[in-house]
Every structure is written in structure tokens, then in C-alpha cells.
């Protein structure tokens, strides 16, 4: 089954407009933690946000905010005030207590145009 | 800071033929990981070693090997290498708590002809 699903495989914003990338989860396991990566055409993997199961708030970092909806078992991030160097792929993750391994999505390719 | 250093970058195979690519990591990491990246797939675990002295398999482990030579080193190994294993590949290290973030190296790009 798969854990992690991006149904968006692209999305263009305007640069200064906000945007939001879909990730939805899936586990039994109460305890978890979500990822978003962002991984521009250089190719390197950045970590952006985390999100443990248990936050009571959703996670921000900077521009970057995570939508954490646990009943939707949904963790969406939104990305304020787009630059021309969001443009990358973007990947959401998520690992359970228990395992070491962190299973990522497919991910979404953003395009932010001038 | 180095973090995860993985070599080579780049690398051409035959089919049939073996290499193996290596990770290091300088952060003291007990966890460590190889991801494959293929378009469309996002990144998939082929093999990842919790601790120094053991390893275990991933999503897509078919046709590699791996050795944790010690705490620092994560190796890759490709017997006979096949076509299908033309990919981006990743190395990965991460410390103790089982939330923490992953540590990425920049990645090897195979091509097997």
C-alpha cells in the first residue's frame, strides 16, 4: 500500500503568490514524523519542515509552513510569497516509530514564473 | 562541514559489469541509507544499516550488496549490473532519534548501457 501519496506532479504559481503541495499519508502507528524535501535541478536534497504526530502546532520554518490536518491524514506545505528559486521538485516523507526507514513520495515539480 | 560524501558522481557501466559506490559520513550517524531516484518514483530504499553491524533491506534491494564497513562507511555494491539499474543514487546518514531529519549526500548518477 502505498505510504505516501502526491497526486500534484506539477503546479506553476506566480512569483510573490502562494502555493500549496498535497501529501496525503498513510499508518496505524500513532507516532510518526513528516518530511518535506525540496530538491532543485542541481539535484541535492534540502530538508525543509518536519512535523512529529504529536506537534499540537503546525510546523513554519521562514516561508515554509506545513498544513497539518491528522484526522484528513493529510500534511500539506504551503509556501509563501514564491521565489523565481522555489522552482525544484518537492518531496514529502514520512517515517514511523519503529522503523528507521523514510519512505518518500513521488513528489511534486514546482515551476514559479516571473 | 563535509556530512555525507558519496563517489563517484557521475558513472557509466556495461551491463555485466560491477562497481561499487561509497558513502562516508562525518557526523558521527549510527543510521545509514541507499535510496534509488527514478523519474516519476520519487526515491525508493535499496538497503539502509541501523547501527554499525547490521544492515537490512529496503523496498528494492534486487541486485545490490551492501557493506557498513564501520560507523562512518556505507558501501554500494552492483554484482552485474543491469540496465534497469540506471539511476540517480543516494546516500543518506541520520543520528539516534528515530524523528530526525535525514542527512543527504549529492547523489550519483549511473548509467548502464
Known amino acids: 500500500a502505498q505510504k505516501i501519496t502526491q497526486t500534484q506532479p506539477g503546479m506553476f504559481v506566480q512569483e510573490k503568490e502562494a502555493v500549496t503541495l498535497d501529501c496525503t499519508y498513510d499508518t496505524s502507528d500513532p507516532s510518526y514524523g513528516l518530511f518535506w524535501y525540496k530538491q532543485p535541478s542541481s539535484g541535492e536534497m534540502i530538508f525543509l519542515i518536519y512535523q512529529g504526530s504529536y506537534d499540537q502546532q503546525n510546523a513554519t520554518e521562514g516561508r515554509y509552513s506545513l498544513n497539518f490536518q491528522k484526522a484528513r491524514k493529510s500534511a500539506n506545505l504551503v509556501i509563501s510569497a514564491s521565489q523565481l528559486g522555489d522552482s525544484a521538485m518537492y518531496f514529502c516523507?514520512?517515517?514511523?516509530?519503529?522503523?528507521?526507514?523514510?519512505?518518500f513520495g513521488t513528489g511534486t515539480r514546482l515551476l514559479v514564473s516571473p | 562541514n563535509a556530512g555525507v560524501t558519496q563517489t563517484p558522481k557521475f558513472q557509466v557501466l556495461k551491463t555485466g559489469q560491477s562497481m561499487t559506490l561509497q558513502c562516508a559520513q562525518d557526523m558521527n550517524h549510527n543510521s545509514m541509507y541507499w535510496y534509488r531516484q527514478d523519474p516519476g518514483m520519487g526515491l525508493r530504499l535499496i538497503y539502509y544499516s541501523a547501527s554499525e553491524g547490521t544492515t537490512d533491506k529496503g523496498e528494492v534491494p534486487n541486485g545490490y550488496n551492501v557493506s557498513r564497513l564501520n560507523k562512518r562507511e556505507f558501501s554500494l555494491r552492483l554484482e552485474s549490473a543491469a540496465p534497469s539499474q540506471t539511476s540517480v543514487y543516494f546516500c543518506a546518514s541520520k543520528g539516534l532519534s528515530l524523528l530526525e531529519k535525514l542527512f543527504f549526500g549529492s547523489g550519483t548518477q549511473l548509467s548502464v548501457l
Open positions: 516523507a514520512m517515517r514511523e516509530t519503529g522503523f528507521q526507514k523514510l519512505v
